[in-house]
């Protein structure tokens, strides 16, 4: 089923108790081709990568189905910012919640107070030694996606649409009384 109309000031999606089934070429269609001209290559940037990222992750769970709930800024046509990135949650199954924190995967997710070490340190035979630094926030692909890991539970998809309903204005401060809709899509279904 196609995704409906935009409505609101923001333009976004309606509305409602779940979220909209869709496609990556779905939301392509509303949310790069239509967007304002100035948008579309900027949008079309991170719809790309988010496509790879869940591509990734599908590899990760490719025994089980990953609900993915795409939201933010990127589902919306806002006239006074373009999206700085594409949000998304993959909801896993609990019992195996487990994988997304091992190894390699845990670079998938947006991570919060990293230290890291760019290069080959000084112990490791690197010559004078890496580069050391702190961030705050750390997200895949450049930042191109703000991505989350969650038990898919009705606890936690309760969580996260109650948060993803919501619209933030001009100042990024949720819009009083502004609700919209957004998108979920399945990976290995």
């Known amino acids: ?13 309606p ?6 089934s869709s496609t990556f070429a779905e939301i392509a269609k509303i949310f790069v081709d239509r967007a304002p001209a100035d948008h579309r290559e900027f949008r079309a940037r991170r719809l790309d990568a988010l496509e790879a990222h869940a591509r990734v992750v599908a590899g990760v769970w490719g025994d089980h189905v990953v609900r993915v709930w795409i939201n933010g ?9 373009k999206p700085k990135d594409i949000d998304a949650v993959y909801f896993v199954p609990p019992d195996h919640l487990g994988r997304a ?5 845990a670079s998938l997710w ?6 890291a070490t760019i290069g080959r340190s000084a ?6 030694g890496g580069h050391k630094l702190k961030v705050d926030v750390l997200s895949p692909l450049a930042g191109l996606v703000d991505a989350y890991v969650a038990a898919d539970t009705a ?5 996260w649409k109650r948060q993803w309903s919501t619209v933030n204005g001009p100042d990024n401060k949720p819009l009083a009384g502004v609700e919209k809709g957004f998108v979920e899509v399945l990976l290995n279904a």
Do not use: C, N, Q
Request: hydrophobic share 35%.
């Open 15 to 20: 509305p409602r108790a779940d979220p909209y």
């Open 155 to 159: 606890i936690e998809r309760r969580m």
């Open 101 to 105: 924190h091992h190894g390699r995967v």
């Open 73 to 81: 800024g990127f589902l919306t046509h806002k006239t006074w910012a």
């Open 1 to 13: 089923m196609p995704l409906p109309d935009l409505v609101g000031d923001p333009l976004a999606l």
């Open 110 to 115: 947006t991570l919060s107070e990293v230290s």
């Open 123 to 128: 112990s490791e035979g690197g010559g004078p």
